[in-house]
């Protein structure tokens, strides 16, 4: 039996096969150079294949959301103008004042009598005034004399303006309409000038002191429509009535008041609140951040490709990060954005555009 599979062996090698073996399963696995890869599209005249949108531009204003506290829109400190005892006390805390309303009056009856002595004085002066001037008409009497008597009576009238001064500051008035805060002396007390005698908040409007961060503060401008969530949970809109040109030294951050109507005086000062933004509306396109790539030169941008199918670089700007995707600016117009393959294709290269949409769709 050795000898006999011994024969066959040889007479197998003598045919040639044995060299063969496996070679036909080798040849049938490898691929034809002109045979597309399994799964891949073919390629249409050797160019690359990507996916694009057309963009939808569309005003876009960024939202800048940052916390502040409402505080009065005026605050004032009023004081004694007279030194004296309190006649009169108008006020008490959480009253309304008026602008030029009369807060409190000072005792002053020889300031009065002064006033009175004043007046008199004058009208003294002014029919000797009066008989002066038909004298020198008719030449009675000598123009140096009537000269005299205008100067005593301009003398007078400075005098009565001297005192009724004097009486006017034993009034307190209210320089503007708010709300009397605190109340500091009491009817009967004695004061002197310059002593405290009531704080007073003007509360409408109501104002929301924040600040924006240096980054950001080229976007606000004043007059900008602002969003305000209160810490009661209340919203309420308003305006960026100023906003700050120094930075705050130690923050590096800019500060910003937001006037909201509080005709009712109903919010106090103090409360805390949540600042929303929204900045001037621009031309800009939302996009997938998958899509964002980088030039040579470390530019953000885009890929696109236009209507000759060509795919070129577009430097855009970011101006917001919403839910929807990246806000950017600076797509040209005319173009279609690549969002598939955009890392593969390079500035200047002709490609195959597919819809993006279709596809998906698909």
């Known amino acids: 039996m050795a000898v006999l599979v011994l024969l066959a062996a040889a007479l197998w090698v003598g045919t040639g096969e044995f060299s063969s073996v496996g070679s036909e399963e080798a040849h049938a696995s490898q691929a034809r150079p002109d045979a597309p890869a399994p799964g891949a599209e073919p390629a249409k005249s050797g160019l690359r294949t990507v996916a694009a949108v057309t963009p939808v531009f569309e005003e876009h204003a960024r939202e800048l959301r940052i916390s502040g506290v409402t505080g009065a829109d005026k605050r004032a400190e009023l004081a004694a103008r007279a030194s004296g005892v309190i006649a009169t006390l108008a006020i008490a805390k959480g009253d309304t ?24 004085t004058l009208a003294q002066r002014a029919q000797e ?24 009576k301009a003398a007078a009238e400075a005098a009565l303006s001297q005192a009724e001064a004097a009486a006017d500051r034993l009034n307190l008035r209210a ?24 704080t007073i908040l003007a509360l409408d409007p109501i104002v929301v002191r924040a600040e924006v961060s240096e980054l950001d503060v080229g976007y606000v401008t004043t007059g900008d429509r602002a969003s305000v969530r209160l810490v009661n949970g209340q919203t309420m809109e308003g305006t960026v009535r100023h906003v700050a040109r120094d930075a705050s030294p130690g923050t590096r951050t800019f500060p910003i008041e937001v006037a909201l109507p509080n005709p009712d005086r109903a919010l106090p000062s103090g409360m805390t609140a949540e600042v929303s933004l929204f900045t001037r509306p621009e031309h800009a396109v939302t996009i997938p951040r998958s899509i964002i790539t980088l030039s040579d030169e470390g530019v953000i941008g885009l890929r696109v490709v ?57």
């Open 175 to 198: 320089p503007f309409a708010a709300v009397v805060d605190s109340v500091d002396v009491e009817r009967g007390e004695w004061v002197q000038t310059g002593t405290p005698i009531a």
């Open 129 to 152: 005034l009066d008989v002066a001037e038909k004298l020198f008409k008719s030449g009675n009497t000598a123009e140096l004399q009537l000269i005299k008597v205008r100067a005593d």
């Open 97 to 120: 004042v008026e602008t030029d309303q009369i807060v409190m009056t000072v005792e002053g009856a020889e300031v009065a009598a002064a006033v009175a002595e004043a007046r008199a």
């Open 306 to 362: 236009g209507a000759d199918n060509v795919a070129r670089f577009a430097g855009v700007e970011l101006i917001d990060d919403t839910a929807s995707g990246l806000v950017v600016k600076g797509v040209p117009e005319g173009v279609r954005i690549i969002v598939s393959g955009q890392d593969l294709v390079r500035d200047g290269e002709t490609v195959v555009v597919k819809d993006a949409e279709a596809m998906a769709g698909n």
